[in-house]
């Protein structure tokens, strides 16, 4: 049984399907797993035992009768704490919540329910899912699989620990400028930013709600297809004969490179080498236009964020952790016309990188142009704090800006990722590229 924590959500529930692996089992050894666990309580914040088992029982029984739902349906997985679980406390990673309990599941995991997955509970999270270190002293920092002295990566830090240290066998993130794609990128996972607008929010605790987004953290491309299919109760990619040969893919060069350290710049540039060896045509980009639509970043997003939580933060802006609060009311410096004005401008960048990527199948740049920081002393260091959370979001905060679906690969070197970035609302096409590159990368 111990060798079920560590295999693919995807083999799983192909065991289940054969006969070989029984979900009550299944879910038992994860629950085990979790209450054993040393550092349990700084990545779940609620372990949902009684759902698990009796969700676990279900699925047991359809697998009996020939009745399975998903080829997922039996398979555990975690939740960020920000998808509303009925009668389960959903908190967001904020004191400013605390003893919220909703009545209702989110969409999302009403989806996954109704297709047979199992929740094992709800995971940590950056407060109010606004950093991507993963740092979070008001409830929990969860730990880096590489080092304890390392940050996660955020906001969906519990999310990446719980697959990463095999407590969950994938796990369902948010990601408003980064917040899949960097914590699976410093603990070796796969993790899938869907295109804003495809999966419903209904019941998802908003940030930014014209950039959030719903994705997976996983241990394969074939399992963030899976799962992408179980939130929204449709059908997975077929990544079958998925292949570089003849694939374009551009370097993003414009900003995604500037003040690239290692070891994430050698990480990268191996990475970039395999997959042409695979086949690929590399071609590097510029464009101009990116550079100046970084700058917006600013009044996009502090200016809704703080529009949308001011009333609470500001009723008890004591609960917060202060480097949080500060960012949230960094919001209070732009007006309604900085925001229109913004929108406009970043609109037109968004129209120029589309003409620019129309002639590639992915766009690359490494997942984060630095490794994680040491947690001590970024709750010691104000000005490290802030350079370096902004500067671990910066790339794959292009893809949010420019309204992308974007994929993060694990590229062989600890804490480093490839991003592969995609045209909106083409995750299949991207999910097959990304599994021709991890092959390639493997």
């Known amino acids: 049984m111990g060798d079920w924590l560590k295999m ?37 914040a609620r372990v949902t035992h009684d759902r698990a088992q009796a969700e676990a029982r279900a699925a047991a029984d359809r697998a009996r009768h020939g009745l399975r739902r998903s080829l997922l349906d039996g398979v555990p997985i975690s939740w960020k ?9 959903t908190e967001a990673g904020s004191a400013l919540l605390k003893g919220r309990v909703p009545d209702t599941d989110a969409l999302v995991l009403r989806n996954a329910t109704a297709a047979g997955s199992v929740c094992l509970g709800k995971t940590h999270m ?51 400028g980064g917040s899949v794609r960097i914590p699976s990128a410093w603990n070796d996972l ?18 930014c709600l014209r950039f959030d987004t719903i994705g997976p953290l996983a241990r394969s491309v074939e399992d963030a297809a899976e799962v992408l299919a179980l939130l929204e109760g449709g059908k997975a990619a077929d990544l079958r004969g998925a292949s570089l040969s003849g694939k374009r893919l551009a370097v993003l060069q414009t900003v995604a490179l500037d ?6 710049g050698a990480a990268f540039d191996t990475a970039v080498r395999k997959l042409s060896k695979a086949g690929a045509e590399i071609v590097p980009l510029h464009i101009p236009e990116l550079a100046d ?17 001011r009333d609470v933060i500001e009723a008890n802006p004591g609960a917060m952790y202060a480097e949080i609060l500060e960012r949230f009311r960094a919001g209070r410096n732009f007006t309604a016309p900085d925001y229109v004005a913004a929108w406009a401008k970043l609109d037109a960048a968004r129209a120029a990188w589309d003409m620019a990527t129309a002639g590639f199948d992915a ?21 490290y704090y802030v350079s370096e959370n902004l500067l671990a979001l910066r790339n794959t905060r292009i893809g949010n800006l420019m309204g992308l679906c ?20 083409c995750e299949e096409a991207l999910l097959r590229t990304g599994a021709a590159a991890e092959r390639a990368l493997a």
């Open 293 to 309: 639509a970084m700058p917006l970043s600013p009044v996009l997003y502090t200016g809704e964020a703080y529009g949308l939580w």
């Open 363 to 383: 766009v690359l740049a490494p997942t984060a142009p630095i490794m994680p920081p040491d947690r001590d002393r970024l709750m010691q260091d104000h000005d």
């Open 126 to 176: 950056s407060e109010l899912a606004f950093s991507g270190l993963g740092l979070n002293p008001i409830t929990a920092t969860p730990p880096n699989v590489h080092d304890p002295k390392w940050v996660p990566g955020g906001s969906s830090s519990g999310a990446a620990a719980s697959v990463a240290f095999d407590l969950a066998a994938s796990s369902i993130g948010s990601d408003t």
């Open 259 to 264: 003040d690239l350290r290692d070891p994430p």
């Open 8 to 44: 693919t959500a995807s083999d799983l529930g192909r065991g289940i399907g054969a006969g070989r692996i029984d979900p009550v089992e299944l879910t038992e050894c994860y629950l085990d797993a979790i209450d054993a666990h040393p550092h349990r309580d700084a990545i779940y």
């Open 190 to 207: 796969v993790g899938l930013k869907t295109t804003s607008g495809r999966i419903s929010l209904e019941g998802v605790v908003p940030l």
């Open 81 to 89: 704490d920000l998808f509303d679980t009925a009668g389960t406390g």
């Open 406 to 425: 974007a994929l993060s690969l694990p590229t062989g070197t600890p804490g480093c990722g490839l991003m592969l970035m995609g045209r909106p609302d």
